[in-house]
């Protein structure tokens, strides 16, 4: 039987989602010992995607598999107590026998948290930026080229070991959440390379603060050659949210 599993997490504390062979600590190796200890078997998991070191997740999903029928309600209120705090699961539930999490999510959003004020009580969610101010549409002007293209190589982290850079972005926006005082950047497609949307906002940053300009992001998308500068934001920002499958319900 094949189950998938809704669940957040804080990443501040992990190096990322992935299984790591060194001795770093990982979402996916956190929840694989959490479901050894109850189905006392290793089950191995498999995500919707990777996160980077520090980056979180809200409404993240991955699957598994078990020889038998399991009592999914029982097993998702056991795991909640049995992994560390800044791991929820929100809901288990069986899916049909090729469901799969990562190549059956026809999209994916990220937000990015950016704030001119100090704010001691959101210091693991948002990034302190010091160097007001902000223009909001010089930035949306940035990111609003990015929905001509499909062909993500500039903002791809060196090194990565992808098979193709394409990627269908539908959305890329600036906004300022005067409640929260915060800038957010929200980002959706139906796929994201390695180190990608921190690689957008560092442009945006640069353009406009006038160290990059339009043209150049421009120049950069139509040649795919990387930009003359670049920036990846802290970590700390980012949050993965709101991955969607034709069969499972929102809630």
């Given at each position: 039987?094949?189950?998938?599993?809704?669940?957040?997490?804080?990443?501040?504390?992990?190096?990322?989602?992935?299984?790591?062979?060194?001795?770093?600590?990982?979402?996916?190796?956190?929840?694989?010992?959490?479901?050894?200890?109850?189905?006392?078997?290793?089950?191995?998991?498999?995500?919707c995607g990777r996160t980077d070191a520090g980056v979180h997740a809200k409404g993240y999903y991955?699957?598994?598999?078990?020889?038998?029928?399991?009592?999914?309600?029982?097993?998702?209120?056991?795991?909640?107590?049995?992994?560390?705090?800044?791991?929820?699961?929100?809901?288990?539930?069986?899916?049909?026998?090729?469901?799969?999490?990562?190549?059956?999510?026809?999209?994916?959003?990220?937000?990015?948290?950016?704030?001119?004020?100090?704010?001691?009580?959101?210091?693991?969610?948002?990034?302190?930026?010091?160097?007001?101010?902000?223009?909001?549409?010089?930035?949306?002007?940035?990111?609003?080229?990015?929905?001509?293209?499909?062909?993500?190589?500039?903002?791809?982290?060196?090194?990565?070991?992808?098979?193709?850079?394409?990627?269908?972005?539908?959305?890329?926006?600036?906004?300022?959440?005067?409640?929260?005082?915060?800038?957010?950047?929200?980002?959706?497609?139906?796929?994201?390379?390695?180190?990608?949307?921190?690689?957008?906002?560092?442009?945006?940053?640069?353009?406009?603060?006038?160290?990059?300009?339009?043209?150049?992001?421009?120049?950069?998308?139509?040649?795919?050659?990387?930009?003359?500068?670049?920036?990846?934001?802290?970590?700390?920002?980012?949050?993965?949210?709101?991955?969607?499958?034709?069969?499972?319900?929102?809630?």
């Amino acid at each position: 039987m094949r189950y998938f599993a809704e669940i957040s997490y804080d990443g501040t504390l992990y190096s990322g989602w992935q299984y790591q062979k060194n001795s770093a600590t990982t979402i996916q190796q956190t929840i694989e010992d959490g479901l050894e200890r109850l189905l006392k078997t290793r089950t191995q998991i498999l995500g919707c995607g990777r996160t980077d070191a520090g980056v979180h997740a809200k409404g993240y999903y991955y699957h598994f598999d078990t020889q038998d029928l399991i009592d999914h309600d029982w097993l998702c209120e056991k795991i909640n107590h049995v992994l560390p705090k800044d791991i929820a699961t929100h809901r288990i539930f069986p899916v049909h026998e090729n469901a799969h999490t990562r190549f059956d999510a026809t999209e994916r959003s990220y937000i990015y948290r950016l704030r001119i004020e100090p704010d001691p009580f959101d210091v693991k969610y948002s990034w302190f930026y010091r160097f007001p101010p902000i223009d909001l549409e010089v930035m949306n002007e940035a990111v609003g080229v990015l929905l001509n293209y499909e062909d993500f190589f500039p903002f791809c982290k060196m090194g990565s070991d992808v098979k193709t850079y394409k990627c269908k972005v539908i959305k890329a926006i600036w906004t300022y959440n005067e409640e929260d005082r915060c800038y957010e950047f929200r980002i959706t497609s139906n796929r994201f390379l390695r180190g990608m949307i921190r690689l957008i906002v560092g442009m945006a940053m640069y353009v406009q603060k006038g160290k990059l300009s339009v043209q150049e992001v421009i120049d950069s998308m139509e040649s795919q050659n990387r930009l003359r500068m670049e920036y990846s934001v802290p970590a700390q920002g980012l949050c993965l949210y709101d991955i969607k499958y034709p069969y499972v319900s929102q809630r």
